[in-house]
Structures are given as structure tokens and as C-alpha cells.
Nanobody, 115 residues
Framework: QVQLVESGGGSVQPGGSLRLSCAAS??????MGWYRQAPGKQRESVAA???????NYTDSVKGRFTISRDHVNNIVYLQMNSLKPEDTAVYYC???????????WGQGTRVTVSS
């Protein structure tokens, strides 16, 4: 059974940092990454990392967020620095498997950036 378990969300002041983790199990995974959904907005892609280590980011987080991956343990991380109130959202981890044909999702972890 494929399972993604997230951790690391919370509340932080503007300019602060958080690190999200997502542990995946039950398959061999291809690209992994993070989406987020802010209140009243559509879910958007934040960052992704391939099995080869290639990364991409949405423009609004470039230079502030870093995605990384532990291939041995199937864990993907999202280091978030210089957080802004507009980063407030529920962050969802995802992982592609079966040659990218299927997407598994985590349960979501809430990030709140507020003074």
C-alpha cells in the first residue's frame, strides 16, 4: 500500500523558516514534490524533484525554498526560508509511481506565516 506521511508544518513569523518532510512507502517513486493550497485559492505546484535530482520551483518561491530528496529512504524535504504571509497554505506532498502513471498524495500539513 502506497503511503505518504508529512510532517513539519506549523506557525512562524514572517522571515522565519520551516522544513517540511514527506516519507513515502509502498512503491518505487519517480518525481516527488509539493503543492500548496491557500484559503480561497486553487492548489498550485511549489517544487518538484526527479529521481535524477533535477529540481523546479514556482517563481514565487525561487531563492527562498529548497527541495531535496533522500533516495534511500524515499523522503522528500522542503526547506522554506524567508517565509512570507502569502506562503500561508496547506502543503501537500506528492509522489509519482508506476512509471509516472499514478500520483499518491499526502494528507497535507498546514503552514501559517503571521506576525
Amino acid at each position: 500500500q502506497v503511503q505518504l506521511v508529512e510532517s513539519g508544518g506549523g506557525s512562524v513569523q514572517p522571515g522565519g523558516s520551516l522544513r517540511l518532510s514527506c516519507a513515502a512507502s509502498g512503491s518505487i517513486f519517480d518525481t516527488m514534490g509539493w503543492y500548496r493550497q491557500a484559503p480561497g485559492k486553487q492548489r498550485e505546484s511549489v517544487a518538484a524533484i526527479t529521481t535524477g535530482g533535477h529540481t523546479n520551483y514556482t517563481d514565487s518561491v525561487k531563492g527562498r525554498f529548497t527541495i531535496s530528496r533522500d533516495h534511500v529512504n524515499n523522503i522528500v524535504y522542503l526547506q522554506m526560508n524567508s517565509l512570507k504571509p502569502e506562503d500561508t497554505a496547506v502543503y501537500y506532498c506528492y509522489a509519482l509511481y508506476i512509471n509516472g502513471a499514478v500520483t499518491a498524495w499526502g494528507q497535507g500539513t498546514r503552514v501559517t506565516v503571521s506576525s
